[in-house]
């Protein structure tokens, strides 16, 4: 069982950055893929970027390339998402979620552990 829980939501400017954090408990995380979604009231849960078990291979929606950075801590059982160049339209609650395989994939129905879900909100 992994237990996932996002930090670093809020309030900025368009423009500025945050940086979010997903912590996660059980000595399995290291090898899970883990990813980053996003979701607004009424819409889909959107793929945002994902990480491989290992580390080494890292997958982007094409609206955060360039902009968005996801990284893992394997000594901290950690998984981070730097966010620069934040444009209104990132606004949204962020989920971190964790598959139990090492392959990083977009869809969401293919992973197995979610966080509670973190609020960014980017005023214009």
């Known amino acids: 069982q992994v237990q996932l829980v996002e930090s670093g939501g809020g309030l900025v400017q368009a423009g500025g950055s945050l940086r979010l954090s997903c912590a996660a408990s059980g000595r399995t995380f290291a090898s899970y893929a883990t990813g980053w979604f996003r979701q607004t009231s009424g819409e889909e849960r959107e793929f945002v970027c994902a990480?491989?078990?290992?580390?080494?291979?890292?997958v982007y929606a094409d609206s955060v390339k360039g902009r968005f950075t996801i990284s893992r801590d394997t000594a901290k059982n950690t998984v981070s998402l730097q966010m620069n160049s934040l444009k209104p339209e990132d606004t949204a609650v962020y989920y971190c979620?964790?598959?139990?395989?090492?392959?990083?994939?977009?869809?969401?129905?293919?992973?197995?552990?979610w966080g509670q879900g973190t609020q960014v909100t980017v005023s214009s």
């Open positions: 990480v491989s078990g290992s580390g080494g291979r890292t």
């Open positions: 979620a964790a598959r139990g395989g090492p392959v990083a994939t977009t869809q969401p129905g293919t992973y197995d552990y």
